[in-house]
T-cell receptor
Framework: NAGVMQNPRHLVRRRGQEARLRCSPM?????VYWYRQLPEEGLKFMVY????????ESGMPKERFSAEFPKEGPSILRIQQVVRGDSAAYFC?????????????FGPGTRLTVT | LAKTTQPISMDSYEGQEVNITCSHN???????ITWYQQFPSQGPRFIIQ???TKVTNEVASLFIPADRKSSTLSLPRVSLSDTAVYYC????????????FGAGTTVTVRA
């Protein structure tokens, strides 16, 4: 059973470009969460999605950031017009339909570098 | 969410037992205690979760006293590969989903 997959693992963008981060949850998992980890800091919650629905985006910046989890395909975190402060590791996690929501399975992360 | 306090770092040697204590004085009745492990350049990994007394699995043990205001993660006979950051999280596992990771405890195991 493959774990949570994220790609790309490393992404370099110039200021002003768009970054697209993809996440495929574990098989059978319908809940997806995105977290951001800035250098020397702990992970911070960004957004929680279920298939075709955004449940909670309270941790996501209001501008330039968006997320989706379509009926078919991976979840996408999109960052438009990136700035240097967006440089961070972005982690995706998933959890099953049932079970404790605190037991989330994390992917390897995408490290975004904005130059 | 209950605030947690844990040591910034701990050093150990291979074969020793490592105990990391987490303080959570404001833990609520419905809150559980959950520990995650994170290796460099990887995502966090769920280790263990408990509500009270003692929980043990193949990786670690979790000791929770009766007042639940603290908990101790015990890693038996650590090896070099146990070098990682360990996070203590406290929250209502039935309703909360926003995992809140602080700085964690960096455990360094030396040969």
């Amino acid at each position: 059973n493959a774990g949570v997959m994220q790609n790309p693992r490393h992404l370099v963008r110039r200021r002003g470009q768009e970054a697209r981060l993809r996440c495929s949850p574990m098989k059978g998992h319908s809940h997806v969460y995105w977290y951001r980890q800035l250098p020397e800091e702990g992970l911070k919650f960004m957004v929680y999605l279920q298939k075709e629905n955004i449940i909670d985006e309270s941790g996501m910046p209001k501008e330039r950031f968006s997320a989706e989890f379509p009926k078919e395909g991976p979840s996408i975190l999109r960052i438009q017009q990136v700035v240097r402060g967006d440089s961070a590791a972005y982690f995706c996690a998933s959890s099953p339909e049932t079970g404790h929501s605190y037991e989330q399975y994390f992917g390897p992360g995408t490290r975004l570098t904005v130059t | 969410l209950a605030k947690t306090t844990q040591p910034i770092s701990m050093d150990s040697y291979e074969g020793q037992e490592v105990n990391i204590t987490c303080s959570h004085n404001n833990i609520a009745t419905n809150d559980y205690i959950t520990w995650y492990q994170q290796f460099p350049s990887q995502g966090p990994r769920f280790i263990i979760q408990g509500y009270k007394t003692k929980v043990t699995n193949e990786v670690a043990s979790l000791f929770i006293p009766a007042d639940r205001k603290s908990s101790t993660l015990s890693l038996p006979r650590v090896s070099l590969s146990d070098t990682a950051v360990y996070y203590c999280l406290v929250g209502d596992v039935s309703n909360d989903y926003k995992l809140s990771f602080g700085a964690g405890t960096t455990v360094t195991v030396r040969a």
